[in-house]
């Protein structure tokens, strides 16, 4: 899941894909946010996204728009936030094949180290919103944890091991992070569908 906020001052006079509201989304901000996500993956951002691309992408610059407005302007660059944008853009760069490719995606991408940590820390603060927001509602009950266990655990690490599995109590932390974390994905795609239908979203024809 790619949750990361349009840059600021992103303004542009190319074509609108586009609009939450009064907030346009542009044609240039679709291959900006393609190129970013690129970089992310540690290649090297170059060429123009697919349809199917350009479509996934554009459904998520609408979607961080519709969290940031959730967000609120007022929130700020936190200690935790920039922490974590450090430590997500380090991990970047040790994925490149060398320092020089990095550099270059870099590069390509347009855009200085500052102001990538400043958009990664916007989508760490995106982040821990959802999480404060829709872990309360996402926690399993001890039968949805004892059932992955025997449905799906055990299957699992039997696929890969010749031992015994770990009693459930030895694993029950993990999986009880997999299930919030899939509960969250699904209290999320259902939040962001009713500020869909509630903020005037439309799709320009392309």
């Given amino acids: ?38 970089f992310l993956q540690c290649r090297s951002p ?21 969290l940031a407005e959730q967000m609120g302007i007022e929130a700020t660059e936190s200690a935790s936030s920039k922490k974590a944008a450090e430590k997500t853009l380090n991990e970047v760069r040790k994925e490149f094949p060398s320092d020089t490719g990095y550099r270059s995606a870099l590069h390509a991408l347009g855009m200085t180290e500052p102001q990538v940590l400043k958009r990664l820390a916007i989508y760490q603060r995106t982040l821990r919103m959802i999480d404060e927001r829709l872990r309360p509602s996402a926690w399993p009950d001890p039968k949805e944890v004892g059932t992955y266990y025997k449905e799906t655990f055990v299957p699992e690490y039997a696929k890969g091991h010749s031992t015994p599995p770990p009693p459930l109590a030895d694993v029950r932390d993990k999986i009880q992070e997999i299930l919030v974390q899939r509960k969250m994905n699904q209290l999320l795609e259902k939040w962001l569908e009713r500020l869909k239908s509630t903020s005037r979203v439309t799709i320009h024809s392309n």
Avoid: C, W
């Fill in 46 to 66: 170059a060429g123009s996204p697919d349809p199917a691309d350009r479509k996934a992408v554009l459904n998520r610059l609408i979607s961080q728009q519709l």
């Fill in 1 to 38: 899941m790619v949750l990361l906020t349009r840059p600021a001052g992103g303004e542009t006079l190319d074509r609108v894909v586009a609009s939450i509201g009064p907030v346009a989304i542009t044609q240039r901000e679709v291959e900006e946010e393609y190129h970013f996500e690129q």
